[in-house]
């Protein structure tokens, strides 16, 4: 069997995360599924937070955009230790839109960086922030009409 490096397990379960978080904020139900989902979420989670010391080396190659990405993810990891700690209920219902608004943020901010490895968005900076700032706005309305639909 191969061996996995840490940065392939880290793209792993940044993917997981960022699915399973986006199919549990928009489709809260009681049943089965979205109680093991979210025993998933919180499970790879947590062996992403021990996979994380070994990949501290590798965050001194990386760009401006890929940093800010992860470190709005770990602001985003922080608030779920909490939730895991408090639990994700009515009156620490903050701490659960923490989370999520660190974390979906992070991970557009490195869908961004690896869109501009690819040269599928600008490399200026002033155009890369202005394409940056748009798909923010149009994900906090997409998050928005959500919220007040609920």
Not at 117 to 140: D, E, R, Y
Request: charged share 10%.
């Amino acid at each position: 069997m191969a061996r996995v490096s840490p940065g392939t397990l880290a793209k792993y379960f940044l993917w997981f995360g960022a699915l399973s978080g986006i199919y549990l904020y928009a489709f809260p139900a009681p049943n089965l599924f979205y109680i093991g989902l979210s025993l998933a979420h919180v499970g790879l989670g947590v062996l992403a937070i021990a996979v994380a010391p070994f990949l501290l080396r590798r965050l001194r190659g990386l760009d401006r955009l890929t940093k800010s990405g992860i470190a709005l993810l770990v602001l985003g990891v922080l608030a779920g230790i909490v939730i895991m700690i408090v639990g994700g209920t009515r009156p620490h219902l903050v701490y659960l839109f923490l989370h999520a608004i660190f974390s979906f943020a992070g991970v557009l901010l490195l869908l961004f960086s690896w869109l501009r490895g690819k040269n599928w968005v600008s490399a200026v900076p002033a155009k890369l922030a202005a394409q940056c700032a748009a798909l923010f706005a149009i994900a906090a309305l997409i998050g928005w009409e959500r919220t007040m639909r609920a």
